[in-house]
């Protein structure tokens, strides 16, 4: 099956600080990366969508400038979370999905901010 | 705007029983639903994906059904085990291929 790499897997940092989270497709291309969030005993919410080579599109409510996302290649996608504050402590999953819409999941990266 | 209900939200059974976990979901217009298992701290492992079109798929111990004229979906897992704990997600998905997914049942079975 399709896999789907995370990096870090945890994270913890100082508030104010920036955080970058890797997410990389290792045996397809992703055309689509899709971000999420999840907050304890919550669902996932979807943060933004991104097509390689273009700009994310984001979800109401959610900051571009603070969640800046790159998808440079068709197998690999960055969610840098800028000037991270307490409130942005939460699990950042990222679901690629290939040329056949198939959508697969990443093991998330918990994001711990002090 | 889609919303997607999952009902209980928690489950403590023995191992040996059968269950029925239930997602509706508001707007029936869906190109697909999918039921996913998620292990604390990890991510999400897809179980079983129903097309709009059909009426149930089937995977091991595992039966997920879906009623689109009454935005419904169930996930009967069979003969559970200590093992099926885990938080089960369903995501109905719309055109766009986006899914919108549910809080999720906390599923514990115990020896």
């Known amino acids: 099956g399709a896999v789907v790499s995370q990096h870090p897997s945890w994270v913890i940092c100082k508030s104010g600080t920036s955080v970058k989270i890797e997410c990389r497709s290792l045996?397809?291309?992703?055309?689509?990366m899709f971000w999420y969030r999840q907050f304890p005993k919550q669902s996932l919410m979807l943060m933004a969508t991104?097509?390689?080579?273009?700009?994310?599109?984001?979800e109401q409510g959610v900051e571009k400038d603070k969640f800046l996302i790159n998808h440079a290649s068709l197998t690999l996608s960055t969610l840098t979370v800028t000037s991270a504050h307490p409130e942005d402590s939460s699990f950042y999953i990222c679901s690629p999905k290939d040329g056949a819409d198939t959508q697969y999941f990443g093991p998330g990266t918990r994001l711990t901010v002090l | 705007k889609q919303e997607v209900t999952q009902i209980p939200a928690a489950l403590s059974v023995p191992e040996g029983e059968n269950l029925v976990l239930n997602c509706s979901f508001t707007?029936?217009?869906?190109?697909?639903l999918q039921w996913f298992r998620q292990d604390p701290g990890k991510g999400l492992t897809s179980l079983l994906l129903?097309?709009?079109?059909?009426r149930e798929q089937t995977s091991g111990r595992l039966n997920a059904s879906l009623d689109k004229s009454s935005g419904r979906s169930t996930l009967y897992i069979a003969a559970s085990q200590p093992g099926d704990s885990a938080t089960y997600l369903c995501a109905a998905v719309r055109g766009s291929y986006i899914p919108t997914f549910g809080r999720g049942t906390s599923l514990i079975v115990h020896p």
């Open positions: 991104s097509n390689e080579g273009s700009k994310a599109t984001y």
């Open positions: 707007d029936s217009a869906i190109y697909n």
């Open positions: 045996d397809f291309q992703a055309t689509t």
């Open positions: 129903i097309q709009s079109s059909q």
